[in-house]
């Protein structure tokens, strides 16, 4: 996580807003944000040398590298790449991954397919995301939500029946305009006109996006377990991305699930984008809440519009602070 804390007390002096309307509305009472010299790839380079200690791994066991990221330091090359080089991975095969706020999901499901098939053995599957570089810091509805940050997993081969039981993808480009930043790609690339238009920010119908988020993560929910013939009393704790906590207490009704099983951190890290599932597991895993044998259940949505989930069967014994 960046050093920068930029709370809801420090926003009421920017925009028209105020901690109790962001709270009510958000969950939300602090964000972090990257200083003007650090970038995307600095974020995901320490998240991945975390988990590559955790795994008492070094780069060279690594096979494979995935980055899920909506704000990719620049258009080309792949974000993945700058990490790369910045790991001193050499010609260690990189790409990245584009699926909104759902990206790290999308990435342990492509990594999944690379180990069973045997091509792989071990993959570092990271999400990184500073949309606090694509915020209109005058839109009170937008600029209140994001942070930044990076978490990074090692994926590699575990006994029978542990690690990934089932995963559940979907998407619907009807819904595109939704969430989006409309500007900076070959369709509107960057001019004076769409600068001053403010065309390189987040845009997001907010309402709509609520709704869809309600509907979509106990739909992903349920399939992803369906799959892996398991109900919800099977999990012991379900880590979604952290948007909004009006969100995850809607999913956890209509899920018919302990709210003390859905994992949350949005009050102190906003919404972290596609890092904000792996971010989330790291805190519950160090805090050493999960034993072996739990079933977790990761489960996303973003823009796209697109949503997934992943069923894990933890086999990690430990995991140092």
Partial sequence: MPDKVL??????KMVDT????????TGISKRRIISDNINVSDLAVEAAREA???GNLNIADI??????TCSPEMVMPSTACLVQQKLGAKTMPAFDISAGCTGFIYAITVGTQFIETGL??????????????YIDWTD??????????AGAIVLGEVEEGYGILSNYLAASGAGANLLQIPAGGSRVPATENSYEKKLHCVNMNGNEVFKFAVRALPQAAKAAL????LTIDD???VIPHQANTRILEAAARKLKINSDKIISNIDKFGNTSTASIPIALDELAKAHRIKVGDILLLVGFGAGLTWGANVIKWSKATLSN
């Fill in 235 to 237: 999990v012991s704790y």
């Fill in 52 to 54: 590559l200690l955790n």
């Fill in 7 to 12: 709370t809801n007390f420090d926003l009421e």
């Fill in 140 to 149: 009170r509805n937008t600029c209140v939500l994001f942070g930044d940050g």
């Fill in 120 to 133: 792989y053995k071990k993959i570092l599957i990271i999400g990184a995301d500073a949309l606090s570089r």
């Fill in 63 to 68: 096979d494979l590298i995935i980055l899920s």
């Fill in 226 to 229: 369906k799959k892996a013939n």
């Fill in 18 to 25: 105020s901690d109790e309307w962001i709270q009510t509305r």
